[in-house]
Every structure is written in C-alpha cells, then in structure tokens.
C-alpha cells in the first residue's frame, strides 16, 4: 500500500538461516537490524559483503545494505518485529540433549528492548514447548508488559514461532516460495506474524499454535532421516552381498508407489542429522523407529570408515584422496556433517597420505591439525592420488570423466561416476558402490 509504513525488523542471528532471512525481509522495503555476537561478521555485513556461501546472497546483501535497508550491529535496538534465528546445538552431556540457551539468552537482549504492540518471531529449530519457554522468560524479565496466554487481557506484545523450510544453495528462492507453518501462542498472535511474513513470503502461510509448529518442524527433517536411513542401510545390506546398491535402488523405483531415497556416507547439515534427537528427548519411550534411524545414518560413517581403510590398508603406498567435507553439495556447510567426520578418521589413521579436496574450504578444520593432511584441488589429486575416497558430490566432482580416472582405485559413496570400472575383490579395493 503506497505510504504504508514499514515495521523495524531486528533479525537475531546472522548465519546460515538469519542472515539470509533479514536480507529478504529488508529487499521487501522493511528497514532491517541484523544482530550478531562476532564483530568480523557485523563488519563484513556492513561492507556489503558476506561470511557465508550461498547463491545469490552476496549481491542481495551488496544491495540491501548500500540502500540502507540492512546494517549490522552487535548491540540491539528497539524494533517493531523481532526474529531470532539462533543455533541450537546438542548440550555437551553425551545424550543429544536440546541446548535452547542461544535461543533464551536472545530472548533476554530482546525482552531489554520490546515495547507494546511488538511482534516476537522464533524460527530456531527447537523442541516442542521452547516458544513457551521463551515466552515465559521474557514475562519475568518484563513485569511491566502483558504476555500473551499469561493474561486474560489483550496482550501487549505477540509471540510465535516459525521455522524455515530451505535447502542450502536454495535459500533465497526457498525463503519466498516456501509454505510456511506460523504458530502463534495464541490465534491473535499467529495473525500478527501472517501479516509480518506475506510481506516477503510467496508461498501459503498456515496458522497454528506454537507447539504443532515446532512438532511440524522437527516431524519434516525426521521423516527424511527416517527415509534416508533405509536407503543407507540397503547400501551396507548390498555391499556384504556383493550387489550394485544404485541399480537394486533404479530398478525398485521403477514399481509406481516405490522412491527410495540415495544411500551417502552417513547424514549431515544442522537439521536432518539434530532434529530427530529432540523428538526422542521429549518423548524417548515412543520413539523407536526415530532413533534406530539415527543410530542407522550415523552408524553408515563407520561402516564408510571402515571399507575405506581396507582399501587404504590394501595399497599401501598410494596416495589418497577424499573428495569433499561439506554436508551435501555446492555448499560451504561443514556442520553436522559425515564427509568431514570420515575424512578426519582416515586422515588420523593415514597421516601425509591422506589429501582433501574442498573447493569450498580455504583451510582444512582444526581436526585435521596435525595429521599431516593437505587441502588440494581437484586436478593436483587427479595427477598425484591413486585411491579416491568419494564423499560429497560436488559438481566439479561429478563432470570428472573417466579417462581420468582410469587406473584409479574409487570407493563412491555418492554414486556419482557410475562408469566407474570395478576393481577385483573388496580386500584389494573393490569399487563400492555405496
């Protein structure tokens, strides 16, 4: 509506999910606060420029922060719409316990600033009851305003949460074409937040309560690790019995009500791999299908492990190349993932023999230090490594043919050179194809 005034959006959390989310949000015209604890990343964001990898972000936030429509800031302000977007990792308790404490702890910055008629958003991947929690935290520290389902009176401030629903290297087009699940504490508050998102998003928002949107979130990423699971435990099933896991899984989904999933070196990224863990901490007695899942996808990276240290162990003066740490393709994301876990093993096992390839990795992680690993690009490992350990399937991987791969010993979790020739028996470096 021309002359409409734009709410101030203060967007908590400028990583992989928030900093793209607060440039959408300001490309709509609102004038927006990116809030962030690490000054390299408040600075870098104020140049115009960008910490992360993801299509397309760095001319968006170029040209939103040139507009003055985004700044960054380590010290909040008053706004009229606040979203966090904060991590929330496992506590370091051994038990795949939710840490919420980023998530509260930016709950209590923003509480020091609300005001009547604010609007708080949470789109964090939480367990069930954290918007709650959140909203509870905020009541104490805020005696002075009314909290919505905490007082019979019309509330001053709304509380909801909404989760994204994106894939890396989709993220922009995701954030404004997806549906979106908005769950507000109350009805009144789930409307406020729809308002809020149709200002950027394209996609259908459904209203609901908070805690159905939580579950929703973390039900989505389960029944893909669950789905993924089965593909990656038909790939061991195939590697013992000496089978083809990619033609068996080709030919299955030619039946009309088959789509088995791709096998890969285990499961990875901050979603998939941690969110099927709050559902069974919050009710771990009725979970035994989401755990024996996880347990499936994680327990894929030793079986990984183990294959390609046979073949390592078999050609012992071969140099080694593992293609890929990154948890999925064409991204910078090395969190959560099993290409990165693999990788180290090895390279603490195989010491100076073991090279990486990462076109998205200036340097390798700090768990390679020490090892003796080296970070390589792609055509010095096709002129130096004998045995290639395929663990991400990045695209400058996949358009390698195969003339230069000829006498290579592969070990292709990924599925991605099919033309591959198998070498003779596993104990002397079988290609597995798994």
Known sequence: MQGELKP?????GLGYIGLPTAAIIARAGCPVLGLDITQSVVDTINRGEIHIEEVDLDGLVHGVVQRGLLRASTQIEPADVFVIAVPTPFAKDGHHTPDVSYVLAAASEVAGVIKPGDTVILESTCPVGTTEQMRDLMAGLRPDLKFPGLTRETPDVSIAYCPERV??????????????????????????????????VRGTCVTTDARSAEMTKLVENAYRDVNIAFANELSMIADRMGLDVWEVIS???????VNILQPGPGVGGHCIAVDPWFIVHGAPEDTALIRTARQTNDGKMHHVIARATAMVEAHPHAKVACLGLAFKANIDDFRESPARFVAASLARKFGPRVHVVEPYAAKLPLEFTDTGASLIDIDTALETCDVFIVLVDHDVFRVVPLVERTGKVVYDTRGIWPDQPAEAPVSAGLRLAC
């Not at 997806?178 to 308002?195: E, F, H, M, Q």
């Not at 030919?251 to 009500?257: D, K, S």
């Open 251 to 257: 030919l299955a989904n030619r039946h009309p009500r």
């Open 8 to 12: 101030r959006v203060c967007v908590v």
């Open 167 to 200: 894939l890396p290297g989709r993220i922009l087009e995701e954030l404004a074409n997806n549906d979106r699940s908005i769950g507000g504490i109350t009805p009144r508050c789930a409307r406020k937040a729809l308002a809020f998102y149709k200002r950027f």
